[in-house]
């Protein structure tokens, strides 16, 4: 019986997956899978609530942008983007007593969005588990990995708690700054998978200013 209701729980897990309230984004689809390129899913009317200021973004940034976004970057025919969503974008510029994407630069659009972007697709289960590191050390575990921006990220992935047990929720990513030794985020939505790559969501509250100085 009792191993039977453990069955019973993972399970429910699988269904669940990582949606709840406090750490998921209504990405607009079902199943992670999104039939056009990241430009095409940031741009769709489904995910406007989430992505219509960081596809500005993208179009402020220049054609290179716009072209590694649709997938015909030679160089880099697919993608990871640490996905930062409108509500980083406006806390950015109301900050700053701006009013919208066009009041930034299209060199800082450029260089926000490459410092969130990583060549190839970077699968969430492919990113080693581990921990906060202690001393001089970012992470225990986990690997470093390098944007198309040059901004170096301590990157691991970590199983959360579900109903008091430990071990068995939703596999988190957090990713660390090697720039200001500062925490980035833990990952809210991940393996967003448009045709040529694939989308990390950040929580609505991230702030880039900490991943580097660059950015701020």
């Known amino acids: 019986m009792k191993t039977t209701k453990f069955i019973a729980i993972i399970v429910l897990l699988c269904g669940l997956g990582a949606c709840t309230k406090n750490n998921f984004i209504d990405t607009g689809i079902c199943n992670g899978r999104f039939d056009g390129s990241l430009l095409e899913y940031l741009e769709a009317p489904a995910n406007s609530y989430?992505?219509?200021?960081?596809?500005?973004?993208?179009?402020?940034?220049?054609?290179?942008v716009v072209r590694l976004f649709e997938g015909q970057d030679p160089d880099h025919p697919e993608i990871t983007f640490l996905g930062i969503t409108n509500h980083s974008i406006r806390r950015y510029l109301l900050e700053r007593g701006l009013s919208q994407v066009a009041d930034l630069t299209p060199e800082f659009c450029?260089?926000?969005?490459?410092?969130?972007?990583?060549?190839?697709?970077?699968?969430?289960?492919?990113?080693?588990?581990?921990?906060?590191?202690?001393?001089?050390?970012?992470?225990?575990?986990?690997a470093y990995y390098t944007t198309l921006g040059g901004t170096r990220l301590a990157m691991y992935t970590k199983r959360g708690s579900w109903q008091g047990i430990s071990d068995i929720g939703a596999l988190v990513i957090t990713i660390k700054s090697t720039h200001t030794l500062l925490k980035l985020e833990d990952v809210v939505s991940t393996n967003i998978e448009p045709d040529h790559s694939l989308v990390h969501a950040m929580a609505y509250y991230y702030d880039w200013t900490n991943m580097s100085d660059d950015l701020r």
Do not use: F
């Open 50 to 64: 989430n992505w219509d200021s960081t596809a500005l973004m993208v179009y402020r940034a220049g054609d290179d």
């Open 110 to 142: 450029k260089k926000v969005l490459l410092c969130h972007v990583l060549d190839g697709k970077l699968w969430r289960d492919s990113i080693p588990l581990g921990e906060d590191g202690q001393g001089g050390n970012l992470i225990k575990g986990g």
